[in-house]
């Protein structure tokens, strides 16, 4: 089976496993672990910021930000489909009481113009304030799409001029790194909290950071403690983070290429797939031209060895390309998936 359902389905790799035999461990609540202090201060020189603090998911990582950057009632900012509003159980509400405003926009990214159109000043006894700004990069609902550095520049100076607060869901930040060639404390570092996952393209069994100012990183280590994602000899799993910075960044622009490969055998082969959309390690797949749902198209996929998963959008299937799938892989999804949306073409 080839599985392009997501990025997080990477396994630890014979290397990383020795990593994680050999860590050096101690109580990380009591900031004795080694392994992850030093994971910690090599996140946050990564992402430009301060300091980091590190939590077991991504989703966690997104709640602490919000929460140690907003007070019940406020408003938080973001694209529609951001993993915030779409994918965590609407936490931003349970665990910060934030009042969330949906922006509609192309490619998960927002203008300067929405922002200011959007911007609620809170300042009468009616009007809920907008407090926050959460910007995705990449984003994951439009499939992996990269914020370009002058956009980042123009919504965080907009958000400042405003006197809102940012946040950036950069679970996958060192994919836009690498995908657009900017170090990721340029992409990152002007945000007050940022959140990067090692779980996704980074390869790790699991674990994240949410990195800002040392003075916030106090809020949220706070938070972390409250959610009860404070641990103990977590050097064990921070190992394999630590590993994942050294050896698995760089290699990053091999899945990207493998994904745009792909992208471009299926387009040629007639499916609706839009490679210019392909800039990082999602291929978005639309079957609505096929006359067949994505549950039909899935059941095929699976059929013939290949998995693909759905996205937000009632048509789009999505392709993820990580460190478990190889060139050859891409060679047998190029002609396999094809062949077997091809079939249902034939028989709609
Ligand atoms: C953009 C983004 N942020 C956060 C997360 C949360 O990651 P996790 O499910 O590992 O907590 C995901 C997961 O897919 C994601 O795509």
Known sequence: MIDLRSDTQTKPSPEMRAAIAAAEVGDEQKREDPTVNELERRTAELLGQEEAVYVPTATMANEIALRTLGEPGD??????????????????????????????????????????????????????????????????????????????????????????????????????????????????????????????????????????SAELMVAARRAKHLFGGAMRQAGIVAAAGVYALDHNVDRIADDHARARRLGGAWAAAGLAVDPDQVETNFVFLDVGPLGITTAEASARLTEAGVRLSDTVHPTILRAVTHLGISDEDVDRAAELVPQALGAARVHA
């Open 75 to 212: 408003e938080v900012v973001g694209e529609e489909n951001s993993h915030i509003f779409i994918s965590e159980l609407g936490g931003a509400a349970v665990f910060a009481g934030l009042m969330t405003r949906q922006l509609r926009c192309e490619a998960g990214r927002f203008t300067p113009e929405q922002l200011r159109e959007t911007v609620r000043t809170g300042d009468n006894t009616h009007t809920p304030g907008t407090k926050i700004v959460s910007v995705e990069n990449t984003h994951n609902a439009s499939g992996g799409r990269v914020w370009p550095l002058e956009e980042i520049e123009a919504i965080v100076a907009t958000a400042r001029e405003l006197g809102l607060r940012l946040h950036l869901d950069g679970a996958r930040i060192m994919n836009a790194s690498v995908a657009s060639g900017v170090p990721a404390a340029q992409l990152a570092g002007t945000f007050d909290t940022v959140t990067l996952c090692l779980s996704k393209g980074l390869g790790c069994p699991l674990g994240a950071l949410v990195a800002g």
